[in-house]
């Protein structure tokens, strides 16, 4: 595994087979209050870090954005992350609080990130 994937892995709050994912949501429709997003992503060992740095951060910040959700902060996603046959869940501030680990940001440089991202 790649070291980011090891982080994303044991920041995971809960796993599953990936082919019990479906029965999984089914099985949270309607029971979650406040309405919560889930943001699916792929894990790959071929995409290295700066794949996920690059594209899948700035595109779950605006995902986040544009559903007038705090866009440093994550509340209200879970983060569903697909690697081999296994399915893993992360909360939104857990997902944002590795990549500012993985790129040694703290709180208010993550800030400015996070505004490069959202601008157009």
């Known amino acids: 595994m790649s ?8 920041k995971a709050f809960h796993s599953m087979p990936a082919t019990e994912y479906n029965r999984y949501r089914e099985g949270t429709l309607g029971e979650e209050e406040p309405r919560i997003f889930y ?3 792929p894990l790959l060992d071929e995409k290295p870090w700066s794949f996920l ?12 954005y544009y559903k007038s ?5 994550g509340e209200g996603t879970i983060i569903v992350a697909f690697y081999k ?4 869940l992360l909360r939104g501030r857990d997902f944002l609080s590795i990549f500012m680990e993985m790129e040694g ?3 208010t440089a993550f800030h400015f990130r996070v505004l490069q991202w959202l601008s157009p």
């Open 3 to 10: 070291s980011y994937i090891d982080v994303l892995v044991s």
């Open 39 to 41: 943001y699916e992503l």
């Open 53 to 64: 740095r690059d594209s899948v951060y700035p595109s779950y910040s605006r995902f986040l």
């Open 69 to 73: 959700l705090n866009p440093e902060g």
């Open 85 to 88: 046959n296994q399915c893993y």
């Open 105 to 107: 940001l703290n709180q």
